[in-house]
């Protein structure tokens, strides 16, 4: 069966032998793009619209766990999501949230038998799909939000066996804008918006910058208080008016004495829904 | 399990076992000491018998009971619950096995239907006494074996825990030495290149071997000179620089003067470390890692630089397990004299910069 596929892996001999790999088990798959980082994964997987992606899960810029997420969100409509396949060394967090997801990865070294039954799972999931959905599998959204919160405490517990540092919940933000430094109380804020390496803090009555990724902001804040509704979004409940689906299935929402209109994107269009 | 008195983590099951196991024994001994009556004095053994083992069963509950009340009221905190210490345990046996005496006595009578004469009070109380010493004495022995076995168990659970906790801790340190992640990336390169470039395959195993050697060894051994420090994190970056290639620029600074300086073995490697993986892994166009030594009057002064994704910007901020090593052991190796500091980097490169300040050790001569 005829295919393309999308390589993002940052060690090059091991890219490179991976290529190699999958061109004898599977000498269809024609690898259309091959990227070192996460962000050029995510790039060269839009402008290719490749049938299947191999990520290796520790990559510099985005993990590979962040490029499945900004593929979900971003990927256009008319073209199906692409398989996904993750490739990781040692992340015992992912493989134990792999076990439970339906989603395929491969250990490196990679041994080719197992490489070869993966293949055989793709071309069966690519016969199988439907080319005129679009809809987001609900497997791949419970996995990746498995995989999310995965993550997010093997973070928090980085060696085994230390105990594992709770962070502290943030309070003030210090946010500086030229030389004078703003402290903005958390609880006036409305929500946070990631560009770059920036955080937009937007309250009621204006706008911050502060310079932290938004992961580890995510960590500090109380997840029943400040919601994501989009890989580079967090607002807060209490400040959402309304949430809006279109035909597309996609949501808006409003906010309550703030005129911004926020996207939800397809990961989290579920936490919205009629009681 | 028989003697959970006083042993620390006993649950309630337990509890109930060891009363239940300690009311056993408590018949047993009743039946050796009903025997030993029996010896001396070979008339109506059965009734002796009978007797023996009621006043041993009501013995043991007073006294079991009775260990338990005094031990929760006089010390409620104590390092072994259960037991009130000797002075009230002595007071506990005296009363427990007059009680028990009596109340055993009693209980023999409904048993055997006779009608003891010190319950009626018509028995010369020289005999009385006598019987007493009889039940006291082995009370007293008993005791003092019930808990002689405790205390041995108690010290056996803390010995097994204290060797539980080492052996964690050991295997913690290795496996933040022997960091997996990193470990099966290099076994992945070293499997492409068996197959497109042997000779480069060797050479990469030859400096894996190196530093699994170095690694293992470390822990051992209490010094090394700082040539040899040098050298095994040459082989480390190597093994990175298989992985990373040009994203890994490394530097190394080390002035001939002070290359036979002894340091604690691998006492850099934590620092390296987290700068490949907080600082320059995650960075996608990579850096330089700078390791240097400086001496300034009898300090020696040793700097590890990235030109990475700096402090708080990386995957994860685990690097606190690496630096707490380094940092405990320079504070049990030179006490206030070391020091370790770790911050931004100050020029326009960026990154992170970590410095070891420790006295220089007097030259061996």
């Given at each position: 069966m005829s295919a393309t596929g999308l390589i993002a892996e940052d060690e090059p001999l091991l890219a490179a032998s991976l290529k190699a790999t999958l061109a004898r088990l599977w000498p269809q798959l024609q690898i259309v793009a091959t990227a070192t980082h996460g962000a050029a994964a995510v790039e060269g997987a839009l402008a290719s619209r490749p049938d299947v992606v191999f990520l290796d899960i520790r990559m510099p810029g985005l993990s590979g766990l962040e490029v499945a997420e900004a593929l979900a969100e971003d990927w256009p409509g008319d073209v199906p999501l692409p398989l996904i396949v993750f490739v990781t060394a040692y992340d015992q967090y992912a493989l134990r949230a792999f076990e439970h997801a339906a989603v395929d990865y491969v250990l490196k070294p990679v041994e080719p038998e197992r490489l070869a039954l993966t293949c055989r799972r793709l071309q069966a999931a690519l016969a199988a799909r439907n080319r005129t959905t679009t809809e987001l599998p609900g497997e791949l959204i419970a996995a990746l939000s498995a995989l999310r919160s995965a993550a997010a405490s093997a973070a928090a517990a980085p060696t085994s066996g230390a105990p594992a540092a709770v962070e502290p919940r943030l309070r003030v933000l210090q946010a500086s804008l030229g030389a004078t430094i703003h402290m903005v109380p958390v609880a006036a804020v409305l929500y946070f918006a990631a560009a770059d390496k920036y955080i937009k803090v937007v309250t009621a009555s204006r706008e911050y910058l502060i310079r932290m990724p938004l992961r580890q902001l995510l960590q500090q804040l109380d997840p029943e208080e400040f919601w994501q509704v989009h890989r580079a979004t967090v607002v807060r409940a209490d400040a959402i008016a309304t949430a809006v689906r279109d035909d597309t299935g996609k949501v808006d929402l409003t906010l309550k004495g703030h005129p911004a209109k926020l996207v939800v994107s397809r990961l989290y269009a579920h936490l919205f829904k009629a009681m | 399990m028989v003697s959970s008195v006083g042993s620390r983590a006993t649950s309630a099951a337990g509890r109930r076992t060891g009363y239940l196991a300690r009311a056993l024994r408590s018949v047993g001994f009743g039946i050796l000491i009903g025997l030993c009556i029996a010896v001396l004095r070979p008339q109506r053994v059965w009734t002796t018998l009978i007797y023996s083992v009621c006043i041993a069963l009501v013995c043991w509950f007073f006294i079991d009971m009775g260990r338990n009340l005094v031990a929760g009221w006089v010390?409620?905190?104590?390092?072994?619950?259960?037991w009130p210490g000797w002075r009230w345990m002595i007071a506990v046996v005296i009363v427990g096995s007059s009680l028990g005496f009596l109340g055993g006595t009693q209980l023999g009578d409904l048993l055997t239907g006779e009608r003891t004469p010190i319950l009626t009070g018509n028995e010369d109380l020289r005999h009385v006494f006598a019987d007493l010493l009889f039940v006291v004495l082995p009370a007293t022995i008993i005791t003092y074996f019930f808990n002689a076995r405790s205390v041995i168990a108690d010290r056996e659970a803390a010995a097994q825990a204290a060797q539980r906790q080492a052996a964690e801790s050991r295997l913690r340190l290795l496996e933040a030495q022997l960091e997996p992640h990193m470990f099966f990336n290099t076994l992945a390169n070293l499997h492409v290149l068996i197959g497109v470039d042997p000779p480069r395959a060797q050479a990469m195993l030859d400096q894996l071997i190196a530093f699994l050697r170095a690694t293992l060894s470390g822990s051992r051994a209490t010094e090394h000179p700082l040539r040899a420090e040098f050298s095994r994190i040459r082989d480390y970056l190597s093994l990175m620089q298989v992985r990373m290639e040009d994203r890994l620029r490394a530097h190394f600074d080390l002035p001939d003067a002070l290359a036979d300086v002894l340091v604690?073995?691998?006492?850099l490697q934590p620092l390296v470390e987290n700068s490949i993986k907080h600082g320059l892994e995650p960075s996608v166009q990579g850096g330089r890692i700078e390791i240097e030594a400086r001496q300034e009057g009898t300090t020696l002064i040793l700097r590890v630089r990235d030109t990475g994704v700096g402090l708080g910007q990386g995957v994860e901020n685990g690097t606190s397990f690496g630096l707490q090593q380094v940092r405990e052991r320079l504070a049990t190796l030179y006490g206030s004299c070391a020091s370790l500091s770790l911050n931004a980097?100050?020029?326009?490169?960026?990154g992170t910069l970590a410095v070891i300040r420790m006295p220089i050790p007097a030259p061996l001569k």
């Open positions: - | 010390n409620p905190r104590n390092e072994r619950p259960g604690p073995p691998l006492l980097a100050a020029d326009a490169d960026g």
